[in-house]
């Protein structure tokens, strides 16, 4: 299976810009995933953040991440990256990379669709 490497992450101040990078190594890396971001703060659920699919074509944000965060893959080293500008200190949470194989041509939004996961890294923003 294959597995998820997340980097990127770090301490920012409000209104700052992080990118994620979610990188994925050995397995059957050669598949076709589908792959999104996810997030959980302390003592919250984890929920969604952006989902790309497998071509890239398709994108979908949460509302908290329309029109400051950007999703976005290369897909012939299946790494997907998150742009993320006008940050708020609401957004401090560990992200989280997943990915699906599939070859479905559309996103999920809902983290049981995903059957494999990254370690995380962690996003602090300072007010």
């Known amino acids: 299976q294959v597995q998820l490497v997340e980097s990127g992450g770090g301490l920012v101040q409000a209104g700052g810009s992080l990118r994620l990078s979610c990188a994925a190594s050995s397995g059957r890396t050669n598949s076709m995933y589908a792959m999104a971001w996810f997030r959980q703060a302390p003592g919250k659920q984890r929920e969604f953040v952006a989902a790309?699919?497998?071509?890239?074509?398709?994108?979908t944000y949460a509302d908290s991440a329309k029109g400051r965060f950007t999703i976005s893959r290369d897909g012939a080293k299946n790494t997907v990256s998150l742009q993320m500008n006008s940050l708020k200190s609401e957004d401090t949470a560990v992200y989280y990379c997943a990915a699906r194989e599939t070859a479905a041509w559309q996103t999920f939004r809902t983290a049981y669709e995903y059957d494999v996961w990254g370690q995380g890294t962690q996003v602090t923003v300072s007010s």
């Open positions: 790309i699919s497998w071509s890239g074509i398709y994108k």
